[in-house]
């Protein structure tokens, strides 16, 4: 891999990449970052958690003029905690220029965002029905936009967003600098891009596959009913220092984190529907490590960089290949690795099929966990403790009680005795799911439905999406008050070069 001083880079930016540790280039930022410093228009594809957002991150506030007043560059994010850890990074990568990124992003009092744009950031990062609020309003002007940045640009183009891409670019100077990412790039969404891009060069970094390689993928051919009791031994057998459980609709999460709570598991679900404090509150629980399971729906299957996360459950097997691409690339980052494990039906093996041909990867079947691997692996969580305890804390205390209970029974007994205690047994408590209506075939063409029949993204419109609507966009997807008069519009109105 490159060194990034030979990437052409400027010297604050460089202080700033080395103070947040990077040592060299990873293979995206290497072949992406010189060509888009020259303003060339570029489509990155790289797998996940390959450090894609550093790859646009740079050059973009590389090409930022510093003290310069106006809005200068903006980058598109699906959902808001996206948007948040982007402006994160890119405040990191601008610290020594005097750049300054701010997220615009649905769920936060919007007199708090207008005060922050007073202090002139010259980027933004920011949720399209967010920032078409503030264009309404005019507290944000994109007229003097050198570069646009669409992240998880697949997504940023399907049936959901493309009006919303269509709308905030129509505000941008046409000799701006353009740049899409993501993990996944289908064909259809490269045709699309061409429109609105000035000869584009597409720069898919060559992997053997397209998930990443330290990322074991098993599945698990499940009924529906069995999938929970099959969760639970698997989480006592692998016992993960952090989990992302996904399921299909809301309703799905909140009963599963329920359920898991029940169970003596630490979870917290997230969508959609929740308010951003509380979404802000589990994502930041879920990352210190507070809580141990996030069960989550598929918008928040993009992006999230949450270290630690070494196993990932697809509680439902995910309706789009790509979408399973992402969300198993929530572990296994910047060349760590991971574990994830897929629950399919007997009627959905069509669909796991597809996905592998997609990720050009073979999924491992692995068997059901028997009860008693279940307790076993509760057992040996036991005892790494026990020993950790003997090694590392101050037993005196505890001796002379110790001593005395050696008088009134054998040492075997009294241990297995505190074993027992200290071991959580797999717990039968009862918990009922509602089931999720089955998997659509491919191609299902019924009212607002894409080619992969799947629903116009959910703008999270509350409650009434709460049982079958899959929840991709209303995670962070915030439609603002659209003007409604809009007519029907399609991807082949962009502008044509
Ligand atoms: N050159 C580098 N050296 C070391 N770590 C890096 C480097 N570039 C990025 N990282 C780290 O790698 C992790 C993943 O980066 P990032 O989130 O940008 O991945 P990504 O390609 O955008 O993933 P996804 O497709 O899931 O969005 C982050 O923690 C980031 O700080
Ligand atoms: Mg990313």
Same mark, same amino acid.
């Given at each position: 891999?490159?060194?990034?001083?030979?990437?052409?880079?400027? &010297? %604050? !930016? /460089?202080?700033?990449?080395?103070? #947040?540790?990077?040592?060299?280039?990873?293979?995206?930022?290497?072949?992406?970052?010189?060509?888009a410093l &020259?303003?060339?228009?570029?489509?990155? %594809?790289?797998?996940?958690?390959?450090?894609?957002?550093? $790859?646009?991150?740079?050059?973009?506030?590389?090409?930022?003029?510093?003290? $310069?007043? %106006?809005?200068?560059?903006?980058?598109?994010?699906?959902?808001?905690?996206? $948007?948040? %850890?982007?402006?994160?990074?890119?405040?990191?990568?601008?610290?020594?220029?005097?750049?300054?990124?701010? =997220? +615009?992003?649905?769920?936060?009092e919007i007199d708090r965002q207008i005060r922050a744009l007073k202090k002139r950031p010259q980027i933004i990062v920011a949720t399209p029905g967010r920032l078409m609020d503030h264009m309404r309003r005019k507290t944000i002007r994109?007229?003097? +936009?050198?570069?646009?940045?669409?992240?998880?640009?697949?997504? #940023?183009?399907? #049936?959901?967003?493309?009006?919303?891409?269509?709308?905030?670019?129509?505000?941008? =100077?046409?000799?701006?600098? *353009?740049?899409?990412?993501?993990?996944?790039?289908?064909?259809?969404?490269q045709n699309l891009a061409q429109r609105f891009m000035k000869e584009p060069e597409l720069i898919s970094v060559k992997a053997k596959e397209v998930t990443v390689a330290n990322i074991e993928q098993h599945y698990l051919e499940v009924q529906e009913k069995q999938k929970f009791d099959v969760l639970c031994?698997?989480?006592?057998?692998?016992? =993960?220092?952090? $989990?992302?459980?996904?399921? @299909? *609709?809301?309703?799905?999460?909140?009963?599963?984190?329920?359920? /898991?709570?029940? @169970?003596?598991?630490?979870?917290?679900?997230?969508h959609g529907d929740l308010t951003q404090s509380k979404r802000d509150s589990v994502l930041r629980q879920f990352k210190e490590g507070t809580i141990e399971i996030l069960v989550a729906t598929d918008v928040a299957a993009r992006g999230l960089d949450i270290s630690g996360v070494t196993h990932v459950y697809n509680f439902d097997i995910p309706q789009d290949p790509e979408s399973y691409v992402h969300?198993?690339?929530?572990?296994? @980052?910047?060349?760590?690795?991971?574990?994830?494990? *897929?629950? !399919?039906?007997?009627?959905?093996?069509?669909?796991? @099929?597809? +996905?592998?041909?997609?990720?050009?990867?073979?999924?491992?079947?692995?068997?059901?966990?028997?009860?008693?691997?279940?307790?076993?692996?509760?057992?040996? +969580?036991?005892?790494?403790?026990?020993?950790?305890?003997?090694?590392?804390?101050?037993?005196?205390?505890?001796?002379?009680?110790?001593t005395d209970l050696l008088e009134e029974t054998d040492s075997v007994t009294l241990l297995a005795a505190a074993l027992k205690m200290l071991t959580k047994e797999p717990d039968a408590v009862e918990v009922h799911l509602t089931d999720v209506a089955p998997l659509r075939s491919k191609g299902a063409h019924r009212g607002p439905f894409d080619q992969r029949g799947y629903r116009g993204n959910d703008r999270g419109r509350g409650s009434n999406n709460r049982g079958s609507g899959n929840d991709r966009g209303g995670f962070g997807k915030d439609r603002g008050r659209r003007d409604n008069k809009r007519s029907g519009w399609n991807p082949s109105s962009f502008p044509k070069e």
């Open positions: 891999m490159a060194l990034f001083r030979e990437l052409g880079m400027s &010297e %604050q !930016v /460089l202080h700033s990449v080395e103070n #947040m540790g990077f040592e060299e280039a990873t293979p995206i930022q290497e072949q992406t970052i010189p060509k &020259e303003g060339k228009d570029l489509i990155g %594809q790289a797998q996940t958690g390959t450090g894609k957002t550093a $790859a646009f991150g740079i050059p973009l506030v590389e090409k930022i003029e510093a003290g $310069a007043e %106006q809005l200068q560059g903006i980058v598109l994010s699906p959902t808001r905690e996206l $948007a948040v %850890q982007v402006a994160e990074e890119l405040n990191k990568i601008g610290q020594f220029k005097g750049i300054q990124t701010l =997220p +615009i992003y649905g769920g936060q994109l007229s003097e +936009i050198k570069i646009v940045v669409l992240d998880e640009a697949d997504e #940023m183009l399907n #049936m959901g967003f493309v009006e919303d891409i269509h709308t905030i670019l129509q505000e941008v =100077p046409e000799n701006r600098q *353009t740049l899409l990412f993501s993990a996944t790039m289908p064909r259809s969404i031994r698997l989480l006592d057998m692998q016992s =993960p220092e952090l $989990a992302i459980v996904f399921g @299909r *609709t809301k309703r799905r999460v909140d009963e599963l984190a329920e359920g /898991l709570n029940k @169970r003596g598991y630490s979870a917290e679900g997230i969300r198993i690339g929530r572990t296994g @980052r910047a060349g760590k690795t991971g574990l994830a494990v *897929t629950f !399919v039906t007997p009627r959905e093996i069509g669909q796991l @099929r597809m +996905i592998e041909q997609l990720t050009k990867r073979k999924m491992i079947r692995k068997p059901i966990p028997t009860l008693v691997e279940a307790i076993e692996g509760q057992q040996r +969580i036991t005892m790494e403790k026990l020993m950790r305890v003997i090694d590392e804390e101050d037993l005196s205390p505890y001796k002379g009680l110790a």
